[in-house]
């Protein structure tokens, strides 16, 4: 019957006017359990001064909110669109042959303005002028890395899927297909290994978008207006490891570094070339949990505060290596 689970749909299309919805252009795998979008508004029950219990004796409602969240295992394919939407839009990538990196550093430059089409199931949605709010890392070595988008859009509306996008068998990352580096603030990204150190992981990155309302006679969202970058990170540490007292000493001492989380690098793409996504974090450590156990062992947390680092010319920095030449 209509309306099972297993009948959801999630398509993507680039706009041109942030809000004027666009046909998608390319179908999305993300997780059904998790993955969704909504139309909201805020109830306002008015109370009246009636000499009685009874005081509610009107009802409206206030302008839309629209809003969703999208989760996938992490891919250096499935991606793009997404680091487009919530890093930085209008990033093409580099490469002569078959191999292709992308490379996002957040700047001046505008999010892609997106429309998201979602089937659930019952019926089809349609939501314009989609941004990611916020995109979250976690993962565990014994699992699997997530990706986890918060979605901000102007409007939503029952419509239709787009018809005939191409199906494709999508790739995707294990949380073991994981390596960890760490070096001094402003060196080379990815120099110095540590290993048997990192156990879990989570890194969020917040554009603090906020929803701009104007007096038009209209429900719908006038704008989405961009913050300032705000990014955290949590790492699990092995205590015992080296490492750890390493970077006890250099919380201690305020020391800022720089880490990177290397992700993949067994899928071939052609010849030596191999897929990954690099999310490269400079940064200070701001809390250090002693208390943590994991499996037997005594585990410390980590909690890294991103700073912006003038050498590197960047305060995050998202690398993807895949076979895609185009977005969308």
Known sequence: MAG???RNVFNVGLETVPGTTVPATRRMYFNT????????RAARPHRFATGTRDTVRAFTLGPTTVGGTLQMPLSASEIIELLL??????????????TKLWTFVPGTTALAPATIEWDDGARAWEAGGCYINKLKFSGNVKEETTVEAEVFGMNLAAAALTGSLAERLPDFIEGW???????????????????????????????QLARKYFAANTLDVGALTIGELAITAKLTFEAAAAAAATEFANWDAVTKRLVRLDFGNNEVIETTNKKFV??????????FDLGGTDENTRVYE????????????????IRCQNARATAW
Do not use: C, H
């Open 33 to 40: 359990d998790g993955s969704k979008l909504s139309r909201e």
């Open 4 to 6: 099972e689970i297993w």
């Open 85 to 98: 939407m919530g890093i930085k839009g209008g990033v093409t990538p580099t490469g002569a042959g078959a």
């Open 177 to 207: 297909e994981t390596k960890l580096f760490v070096d001094a603030f402003g060196a080379t990204p990815g120099t110095t290994q540590v290993t048997g150190t990192l156990i879990n992981w989570e890194v969020e990155i917040d554009n």
């Open 302 to 317: 980590l909690g890294l505060s991103y700073v912006f680092d003038p050498t590197n010319a960047f305060g995050l920095q």
């Open 278 to 287: 690099t999310v490269d974090l400079p940064g200070a450590w701001e809390s």
